[in-house]
């Protein structure tokens, strides 16, 4: 057979393109992921900052590449690392304070979390970590040193396809609200109250991203919060052991008002995409029934003896500590190990962020 001439080869090329086989864009769909939020996606920026909430020692991040710990709550990656992977971006989010890294390495995402933090300034007063205010300062140089280096087009088409990450709201209900012997906000709010308050400064920060450029944003629910080890250490005198049936019901009462808060800003914003991204049910499932997900333990966590410890507590030190984090639900006693993160992330992916983005 004669070797096909060009226009041949054009017509061939337009079928594939017609027909879908060939990708014409090169540029992925999603070209970064920003984050906002707490521990849960923080990924080094309390390494810098005056608290007594961090991770950047071992064991934290035993399983991360090269067993480095990097401030991630963690024994490895955290579900934005998995998020920006599976859209094709790179397999780990940057921490925009960590001095390792600059403007060049954040083209492709960058995150601005701190563990400890919450939608309510007060809570991040209690560990003295960033507040949801500063992230958004941050995000605003951001923002300027991203244009000086990309310029603006390019700059401002990465920021308005972005995929943006919101996770926090724990802190505000067990290291606020909920805080023995009296939390600040408890004297002046009820619960009711205090849900609606957070669910309007949510509210109130996805405006301001919006007014910022964002367009994609992932609103990230809170987990079955009464289950936390800690939180079941804390039961002790009540229920020993068990969760917290109280605050669970918070977390799935308010990741419920966040639902809705999602649809009315789609409605009331131009040209956002904002979807729900809740871990509560499935996070539950895996809590009760550990085996079912290749899990042998839920209710104490791998760091120690696995009733208390955390940040500094959580230390090479620490007695007992698992050998194989992978057959525990949670790594310290506020935080999930790798492999829960990561069949969190993969099955919010496959539900709720990947139909919508990509
Ligand atoms: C939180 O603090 C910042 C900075 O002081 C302030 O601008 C903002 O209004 C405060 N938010 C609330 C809800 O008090």
New binding site residues.
Partial sequence: MAPLRPPALFIVLALLLILGVVDPVTEAKIPAVIVFGDSSVDSGNNNVIATILKSNFEPYGRDFYGGRPTGRFSNGRVPPDFISEAFGIKASVPAYLDPAYKISDFTTGVCFASAGTGY??TTSHVLNVI?L?KELEYYKEYQEKLRQYLGKDQANYVLSEALYIVSLGTNDFLENYYLIPVGVRRAQFSLKQYKEFLVG?ASNFIREIHALGARKISLTGLPPMGCLPLERTANFFRRPGSCNEEYNTAAKDFNGKLRIATRKLNKELPGLKMVLSDPYDLFLQIITKPSSFGFEVAERACCGTGFYEMSYLCNKHSLFTCMDASKFVFWDSFHPTERTNKILSDALLKSVLLPAFS
């Fill in positions: 309510d300034n507040p205010w400064l």
